[in-house]
Structures are given as structure tokens and as C-alpha cells.
């Protein structure tokens, strides 16, 4: 099977691993002394994917910037990431040309000029633990970064309950690189086997386009966003007749969005997922379509995936009864380090707690700021953002 495939191109396992070797061991010659960071501004692409597993490659950690900001976002958030290498292409929009000390790297041809026959032997001493960082979208003020550690990102993969993919599936790229929902497009489908199948923002913009696409690639599964997945349902149902599994999250969902789905495709199986970007991409989730399911109302959260705990304690950390309302605090693997160059914003979100009901010792939580109950059945379900006013966009 192929590792991924971008219309005509069709790389395969052998081939992508060759393409990001080489292209990690340009990165390693023109990248020494430059730091753990490495910034990425490319358009979803094949191209955009050999050059994510590229830095990981050269031992660094990837800051995926969004192709649709203005320069002067994307110039602040070069700059507060610290980044001091950038990798671009002809399709990238121009900027940080007043950033001082950063290097660019333009890789627009290297797919076209590089030979994936001939096989590399590349390895490089890591220079970090970060796999990756993501921005808040910074609704409360300025967008922080969120560093994601490569041991969180293979314990996500390893919830093979949650991500059930397998060799034959083709699961569709049609997130924002600089969303961690990315992370389920690319990493969770390389490492699980199955085939990437890259669409552009434009295909993504206009969803009777994309469903022909889905249609015509062969498309088995996808993650979106919920207002995207409504979206789908309204003007291009049809998206959703060949798919084998969906995964969706981002806020309420409802039976109801389950009844019209399952009218378009009987056989889907849609994962109702829940996560914050600080805990990596999930933190719990289930799998909506259970015996005597209802036919109206939300659906809630779930329950944690196997590698995360999530606990529901009051306002001065202790665990509450089942069905009282509290916030959801959240360990395990998923945990990042905090915020990038915020400690004090860190300090106040990622804690250490103890709890005498779960002898365990003290371990590391992040403060969701969502309050939420848990039923009678061990499911989460989702009450309210805690901080009045404030609304959750892309985690």
C-alpha cells in the first residue's frame, strides 16, 4: 500500500522515508546551532508531510504556521516561537522578512528534483524530546504555544481502540497543518499503516468538490470538526457514503447529527472525540453508536482513552461524587511540558496533585477550565466553559 498519495504522486513507504531523509539530512547541514525548533509554512501537501517527518528526522521539533494568517501574525509568531530555521515553498505566503536571525529553506522543487530510488542510511543525535508545537488560537489574549512531547504523540497511536485503522484504510488530510488535529491526518495514519491522502485547502473550502475527491481517492476515513461535519451534512451528504470510519470533535455534538449521518451511510462508525490542544489531540471520546442509543439530545465526551486519566475535582482540588457539576483535570501520557516560554501561564494550567482515594503518588494535570459531571455510567459530559464568556476555538 501506499504511504500517501497527492493526486498523481504516490509515494511509497520506501519512497517517503527516503524523500525525508534526505531532505532531514539538508536540514541538519544548514540547521546547526539554530536550535530545537524548526517552523514549517506550506499549504497541506505531500510536500508539507515529507517535511514534517523531515525535522523530527533531524532530532528537531516542527512549528506548524497557518498559510491564511496575515504576514505580521505569522511574523509575531516566528518570533515568539523562538524558531530560527524556516521551511517554505513557492505557495507559501511571503513574510518574516524583517525577522532577524532566521534562515530559510524554499523546498518547492525538491520532490521533483530528488531521487527516491536509491535508498539513504540517516541518523542524527535528537536535540529534543518535543515532537511538535501548536498555537492556541488566542482568544484570551495572545496565542500561546503548546509543545507536545514524541512519547505523547506515540501513546495517542497506541489507543488502537480509537484508532483502528488498518493498511487498506485512506484517511483523508483535510485539517489545518497548524491544528493538532493534523496529528491524526498524518502521524496516527503513517504509523498505523494506512495510506495519507492529501487534499488542498481549496478542495476543503468547497465540500461538492471534496466529496467528489472522496469518492474518487477512495477515501475510508477522515477526523473534522463538528461545524465542518454539519456543514457536510447540509450541502454534500454524499461525503459520507463511502467512509468506514468518521471521528469527530471540536464541541456539542448531538444524536441527532448521528441520525442524519447513519441515513446517508448505515454502516459508518463515528468516534465522538474531546481533547484539548495542552493534553494532545484526545483526551476521551467513544465510539456514539451503542445499544439502545437515544434518538435526541447531546452526546457526551466519553471516557478517557487508555493512556489518559481524567478526574473531576471542585475548586480546591478534591475529587467530587459522581453527578456533581466540577472541572475536568486531566493526566497521563497526553501532558505536555506547559506553555512555550510562559511560565507563569504554565504555573496556573499544568499542576501537580495528589489524591489519597487513588493511591497513586503525585502526579501531573493540566486544568481543562471545563466543567463537567460524570454519569452513573462513566461517561464525562460537558457542562459549560468555566470562564464566563470565553469560547474553545480548535481546542
Known sequence: MPAMQEREVVPSNKQLNTASSLLAQNITEISEGVGELIATCIPPSALAVVSILAIVKAGAAYVPLDVR???????????????????????????????EGVTHLDISDFLTETDLISPIDFACTPRTDTAYVVYTSGTTGVPKG????????????SNTDVFPFQPDDRIGMINNLAWDASIIDIWCTLLTG??????NRYDV???VVLAEQFQLFDVTGCFMSIALFRQALDLAPQLFRKLRILQVGGEAFYYEDLQRVKSVNPLIQLFCAY??????????GFWVDVPNMPLSGSVSIGRPTS????LVVDTTSRLVPPSVVGELIIGGAGVGPGYLR???????????????????????????????????????????????GQIKIRG
Not at 481533547?275 to 476521551?284: R, Y
Not at 493512556?307 to 481524567?310: F, L
Not at 499542576?351 to 459531571?373: K, M, P, S, W
Open 69 to 99: 494568517y496575515p504576514s505580521e501574525r505569522l511574523e509575531m509568531l516566528l518570533r515568539e516561537s523562538g524558531a530560527r530555521l524556516l521551511i517554505t515553498t513557492s505557495q507559501s505566503p511571503e513574510f518574516a522578512g524583517d525577522v
Open 146 to 157: 503548546v509543545p507536545a512531547l514524541q512519547s505523547s504523540v506515540v501513546a495517542l497511536v
Open 194 to 199: 494506512a495510506t495519507v491522502v492529501c487534499f
Open 205 to 207: 473550502l468547497d465540500l
Open 275 to 284: 481533547g484539548p490542544t495542552e493534553t494532545c489531540v484526545f483526551a476521551t
Open 307 to 310: 493512556t489518559v486519566q481524567a
Open 342 to 388: 510562559r511560565p507563569k501561564e504554565t504555573a496556573e494550567a499544568f499542576v501537580e496533585l495528589e489524591f489519597d482515594e487513588l493511591d497513586q503518588g503525585i502526579a501531573r494535570y493540566y486544568r481543562t477550565g471545563d466543567a463537567v459531571r460524570l454519569g452513573p455510567d462513566g461517561q464525562l459530559h460537558f457542562v459549560e466553559r468555566m470562564n464566563a
